[in-house]
């Protein structure tokens, strides 16, 4: 089994900054290809922030909304990713959720974390 655990989120005002980690644990063996963040606005679907790739240097992906303001790192020793959010916007207020793509051989599975809450006032 897997577990993701988020931590970081909290109240802010537009123009700060939060720190977001996810601290990931699973069986021995278990290899952790990519790890994400996706959130979700009240009365909105819920969608990718950033995510990391675990090769190399790690390939990384980001919402066009957050470009520039947040950035996504991962320490894999630790199996724990984290998303700096700078120059925080109202817009950016929402559930936070981890997400990871993991392999367990020979199978893949995703799974969520429980989310943290993030809230930017003006």
């Known amino acids: 089994q897997v577990q993701l655990v988020e931590s970081g989120g909290g109240r802010v005002q537009a123009g700060g900054s939060l720190r977001l980690s996810c601290a990931a644990s699973a069986a021995s063996g278990t290899i952790f290809a990519a790890m994400g963040w996706y959130r979700q606005a009240p009365g909105k679907q819920r969608e990718l922030v950033a995510a990391?790739?675990?090769?190399?240097?790690?390939?990384?992906d980001y919402a066009d909304s957050v470009k520039g303001r947040f950035t996504i790192s991962r320490d894999n020793a630790k199996n724990t990713v984290y998303l700096q959010m700078n120059s925080l916007k109202p817009e950016d207020t929402g559930v936070y959720y981890c997400?990871?793509?993991?392999?367990?051989?020979?199978?893949?599975?995703?799974?969520w974390g429980q989310g943290t809450q993030v809230t930017v006032s003006s």
């Open positions: 997400n990871a793509d993991v392999i367990m051989w020979p199978r893949q599975y995703n799974y």
């Open positions: 990391i790739t675990s090769g190399g240097s790690g390939s990384i």
